[in-house]
C-alpha cells in the first residue's frame, strides 16, 4: 500500500472503457481492459509523462484542478473524488488508534429490547453484539464472528444472502471508505491478506478500489425457516466509541417481509 494513489489511479482506469470514455473505437488489439494511460492523460488534459509520474508514485501531490480532472475521466461519484482527494493529500504517519471492543452497557441494553435484528461491529467487521432477532436471521450476525470472514469463506452465508453478489461488492467497497489511509493497520492487513487467500471474490473485489459507504442498502436473506426477507439497513456511528457502528434491519409496514419479520420472532421467541 505504499503507492496507493497511484494503485487506485490504476485500477479505476481500467474499469472505464474507452466507449464509456467518449472515444471512439481504434484498431488493433488492446492490451488493457480499460483506458490507455496516454488516453486518461489525454482526456484530463495532462501531459502523459505527468499522469505516468502519478500512477508511479514518482509526483503524489497533484493539484485539486488535476484531481477533479482525473475523477472526471474516472467517472468518480462525490465519495469516490473524496477518497482520491484523501490519497494525494496523506495525512501524517502515526500508530492507528486503538478501536474500541467493548459495547456499551446502554447500547447492549437497547440491542436487547429492540423488535428488529440488530447488532454492533467494530471497523474490522467483527461483530461485538447482536440481539436474538440478529442472530436468528444470519450467520454472519453472530457475536464472535467476523462478518467479512463468514461471509466470503462460509457457504450458509452465500445461501443466506439472496444478492450475494452484490453484497459482497458492497461490503468491501464500505470497508475501503471505512478505513480511509490506515495503512498501519497491522490487524487490518492480516485480514486482507487471510480473505484475499481464501476467496478469489474478494480479491477481485479488492483490487477494483471501489469506495462507497452503505447509504440507503437494502439486503434480502434466503431464510430457510420463513423464506425471502426484503429488509432496509440502518447504520449508526455509535458516539463515544473509536470505530463501532450499529446495524438495524426492519421492514417496510405491510409487507411480506415485515410478516416473516414477525414470525422469525415468534419461532425464535423463548419458551
Do not use: C
Amino acid at each position: 500500500m505504499d503507492n496507493a494513489l497511484g494503485d487506485f489511479l490504476r485500477a479505476r482506469r481500467e474499469l472505464v472503457t474507452p466507449a464509456e470514455a467518449g472515444l471512439l473505437p481504434g484498431h488493433g488489439l488492446r492490451r488493457v481492459p480499460g483506458l490507455r494511460r496516454e488516453e486518461v492523460a489525454m482526456l484530463a488534459g495532462i501531459s502523459v509523462e505527468y499522469y505516468l509520474r502519478l500512477e508511479q508514485g514518482r509526483d503524489r501531490n497533484p493539484s485539486v484542478q488535476v484531481i477533479d480532472s482525473l475523477a472526471r475521466v474516472l467517472q468518480l461519484d462525490a465519495e469516490g473524488t473524496a477518497y482520491l482527494a484523501s490519497l494525494a493529500r496523506p495525512k501524517p504517519r502515526r500508530d492507528p488508534a486503538r478501536p474500541d471492543e467493548d459495547v456499551p452497557a446502554g447500547l447492549d441494553l437497547l440491542l436487547r429490547t429492540l423488535n428488529v435484528p440488530a447488532l454492533v461491529f467494530n471497523k474490522y467487521s467483527d461483530v461485538l453484539a447482536a440481539n436474538r432477532l440478529a442472530r436468528a436471521l444470519s450467520p454472519d450476525m453472530v457475536p464472535g464472528r467476523n462478518r467479512l470472514r463468514v461471509l466470503f469463506t462460509d457457504q450458509a452465508a452465500h445461501e443466506y444472502n439472496a444478492d450475494w453478489e452484490r453484497y459482497t461488492a458492497a461490503a468491501v467497497a464500505h470497508l475501503r471508505a471505512q478505513i480511509g489511509m490506515e495503512t498501519d493497520d497491522e490487524r487490518l492487513h492480516a485480514l486482507i491478506g487471510e480473505l484475499s487467500l481464501k476467496s478469489d471474490r474478494f480479491r477481485r473485489l479488492w483490487a477494483r478500489h471501489e469506495v462507497r459507504s452503505a447509504h440507503d442498502v437494502t439486503l434480502r436473506f434466503r431464510h430457510p425457516r420463513v423464506g425471502v426477507l426484503e429488509l432496509l439497513a440502518e447504520k449508526f456511528q455509535v458516539v463515544g466509541a473509536s470505530g463501532l457502528e450499529a446495524l438495524l434491519l426492519h421492514a417496510k409496514p405491510g409487507t411480506r417481509s415485515a410478516d416473516a419479520l414477525a414470525l422469525l420472532a415468534a419461532l425464535d421467541a423463548p419458551s
